[in-house]
Every structure is written in structure tokens, then in C-alpha cells.
């Protein structure tokens, strides 16, 4: 859900956070509302954007409903760019590690849980987000770490990944989820956590805004989709009211609304306060799922998922000692 970013909370925090110092350091107005009900507006937001994946994909095929969400989250950035009177980032540099950002933090991982949700519940496919961390913490580990893990951050990593299959009901054949929509949900997650690692490394001092950036992101996310959707998908040729009203809630709101309010928190309260709107997700996706769809829900689901969010909140905590 997120831009250089919407997801997902972490990313977005590691971009806002430095590209924040390239902004002018002009007195802040003081928002309308509280950061704590912007921050509940945020989790409901994404939580429910599980549920309108599942809904468009009753009318259009996957890849048109990311294209959607796409083009919509777009719009509302570049209008907001236009309106604040800010530009999109230059330099061809820049403009080609978006290109790569926009790929493992967007066009992917929203395709790929479009078409997780074809076979599996949106709760299921919350759930599966709230992995993320404990891919980004394996992915520290065997690939990027400069320094030792605490005993404690992989103690969260093993108690995550125990809740994932807690979740899916790996004792008695995934309790009748299907095994390659979990597959490709859990990926998502995983795109997600490569996706910040090369945002932290190749795009932290860029000197441009967090939304001129995530307003460029989001734009070349739009054009990979708009280049992939026509080849690999059928075109829609009709668009029932309630599926394209739930790609555009998926779109305007899920993306582009959302990562204003995101990049709002984080400049208030900052980053680590912010992200914390991961673990409400996976809550408000199962709630949702359940409550206006009607989604099964069986014991390993929520105690499960409560695995999950414990071992996630671990990978995030640092030695202080360090």
C-alpha cells in the first residue's frame, strides 16, 4: 500500500523521514483534525481496501483493477502537486530508481494481491500484509545487514512466520485455503520489503519532496500497468456501478488519500508512531471481510494473525544497548 513509501507504513516512513529535510523549514499550520483520528481515517482506509480489491474483481480482471487503483491514487498526487504548486522530481537518475520503486512497491505487489484474492478471502490477504516486516527483518539478515540482529528481532522473526501458519492451518492442509493465492498474497508482502530496502539505499537523498517523489512513483507505476493490463488481461467492456466505485474508493482513497495522511503522521509524530498503523490492517481487513462480505472465519485466523502482529512488532524493536 505503499510509495517511496503505501504501503506500506514502513517504507513511507524511511522516505519521508529523509526526504523531509530537503523541505523548507517554514512554520507548520496545525492540521484540522487530531493526528490519532487521522491515524484511525488511515487504518480504516487500508483495511478496507482488501474488501474493494474483492469487490472490483467481480467485474474487472486484476490487473485492470490495480491499473485502476493506479490511475485514481495518481490523480489525486498530481492534483495535490499541482495545487501545492510543487513539481514532479528530475533527473534521470532519480526518475529510473522510481521506475524500480514503483515496480516492487506498487505495480507488483498490488497485482499480485488482486489475483491473490480471485481464490482467497480478503481477511486472509490482510493478513498476509501484515508480513512484511518479518520480510523486511529476513531480508536484513540474509542480504543487507550491516550489523548482528538482536536475539529478540529473531525471536520476532521465527514467532511471525509460526502465526502465518497458524493462519493458513498448516496441519491440516492450509484448512481449505488455496495454497498458490497464499502464495502470491505472501509475496506481495515479500515485494513489499525489497521495495523499502532499495528506497532506503538509492532514493533517501534525492533533495525532492515526499510527495513530488511519491507523485512520480505512482505515475510510472500507472504507465508499467498501462503498458502490462492490454497484453496479459481482457479490456473491460462494461463497468458495473458498484466494482468501479470500489476500484476508485481502491484508487482515490487506498492511494493517493492515503499517502498524504501517512506522510502527514509522519511529519508529526513521526515515523515510528506512523508505521504503527500496520498492525491495525490485518484487524479492519478480517472485520470488514467478515461483517460486509461474509467471509468464513475459523479459530486459526485471529489467533494466528495475533501471532503475526507480535512477531512483526519484535523485528521492529532495536537494541537499545546498540
Request: proline content about 6%; charged content about 10%.
Amino acid at each position: 500500500m505503499t510509495s517511496a513509501t503505501a504501503s506500506a507504513p514502513p517504507a513511507a516512513a524511511s522516505t519521508a523521514e529523509t526526504s523531509s529535510t530537503a523541505e523548507t523549514s517554514s512554520p507548520a499550520r496545525r492540521p484540522l483534525l487530531d493526528w490519532r483520528i487521522r491515524f484511525g481515517v488511515l487504518s480504516l482506509i487500508w483495511g478496507f481496501s482488501f474488501l474493494f480489491i474483492k469487490v472490483g474483481n467481480e467485474a474487472f480482471a486484476p490487473l485492470y483493477v490495480t491499473l485502476g487503483r493506479m490511475l485514481f491514487g495518481t490523480a489525486v498526487l498530481l492534483v495535490t502537486l499541482v495545487v501545492k504548486r510543487e513539481r514532479l522530481p528530475r533527473g534521470a537518475r532519480v526518475w529510473g530508481h522510481l521506475a524500480v520503486a514503483a515496480f516492487f512497491l506498487n505495480a507488483l505487489p498490488f497485482s499480485l494481491f488482486a489475483y491473490a484474492e480471485l481464490t482467497i478471502p480478503s481477511t486472509l490477504a490482510g493478513i498476509c500484509n501484515a508480513a512484511s516486516p518479518l520480510w523486511g527483518m529476513l531480508l536484513a539478515v540474509v542480504v543487507v545487514s550491516d550489523d548482528r540482529p538482536s536475539r529478540q528481532r529473531v525471536a520476532g522473526l521465527g514467532l511471525g512466520f509460526i502465526g502465518v501458519l497458524i493462519v493458513l492451518g498448516a496441519w491440516q492442509g492450509f484448512s481449505g485455503q488455496d495454497p498458490l493465492g497464499t502464495v502470491l498474497a505472501l509475496i506481495a508482502s515479500a515485494s513489499y520489503a525489497v521495495g523499502w530496502q532499495y528506497v532506503r539505499r538509492t532514493l533517501s537523498d534525492t533533495g525532492h519532496s515526499h510527495l513530488s517523489m511519491s507523485g512520480g512513483q505512482l505515475l510510472l507505476g500507472t504507465v508499467q500497468l498501462a503498458l502490462v493490463a492490454p497484453v496479459f488481461a481482457t479490456t473491460p467492456t462494461s463497468f458495473p456501478v458498484l466494482p468501479l466505485l470500489s476500484v476508485l474508493a481502491l484508487g482515490a482513497l487506498g492511494t493517493g488519500v492515503a499517502f498524504l495522511v501517512q506522510y502527514g503522521l509522519v511529519d508529526e509524530v513521526g515515523p515510528t508512531t506512523a508505521m504503527m498503523v500496520t498492525y491495525f490492517v490485518p484487524v479492519i481487513a478480517t472485520t470488514a471481510g467478515v461483517a460486509i462480505l461474509g467471509e468464513h472465519l475459523t479459530w486459526n485466523t485471529p489467533v494466528g494473525a495475533a501471532v503475526v502482529l507480535i512477531g512483526a512488532a519484535l523485528t521492529q524493536r532495536r537494541s537499545t544497548a546498540r
